[in-house]
């Protein structure tokens, strides 16, 4: 019953800005640490971000730290990837995603994870 759903990719150009969200049903968003996930054709997916369940804790992968922000509105239960100067390597389909556990603060690994949307296509070139 628990739903997500990511919204905001799209296409743009080097350099370029865009925002993802995702927007949660069927649970008690607040209680819960959210995360970010992305996957290049070819490639493994891998951990972008990490936000806890009062927004007071945030982590980041290296390859997006100082160039994307991450953050909540539990009211609106929804989840925002805030993303700029956007590369080629970016390229990816985002994938949004809820802890598992009410103790997990913030984490990197997927499998700390429970469930998963559908994921929302960046595309970043000239």
């Known amino acids: 019953q628990v739903q997500l759903e990511e919204s905001g990719g799209g296409s743009v150009q080097p350099e370029g800005s865009l925002r993802l969200s995702c927007v949660s049903s069927?649970?008690?968003?607040?209680?819960?640490?959210m995360g970010w996930f992305r996957q290049a054709p070819g490639k493994e997916r891998e951990f972008v971000a990490s936000?806890?369940?009062?927004?007071?804790?945030?982590i980041y992968a290296d390859s997006v730290k100082g160039r994307s922000t991450l953050s909540r509105d539990n009211a609106k239960n929804t989840v925002y990837l805030q993303m700029h100067s956007l590369k080629t390597e970016d390229t990816a389909i985002y994938f949004c995603?809820?802890?598992?556990?009410?103790?997990?603060?913030?984490?990197?690994?997927?499998?700390?994870?429970?469930?998963w949307g559908q994921g929302t296509q960046v595309t970043v070139s000239s």
């Open positions: 995603a809820r802890a598992k556990d009410l103790m997990i603060a913030v984490a990197s690994n997927p499998d700390d994870f429970a469930y």
């Open positions: 069927g649970h008690t968003f607040s209680n819960f640490a």
């Open positions: 936000i806890s369940w009062n927004g007071a804790n945030t």
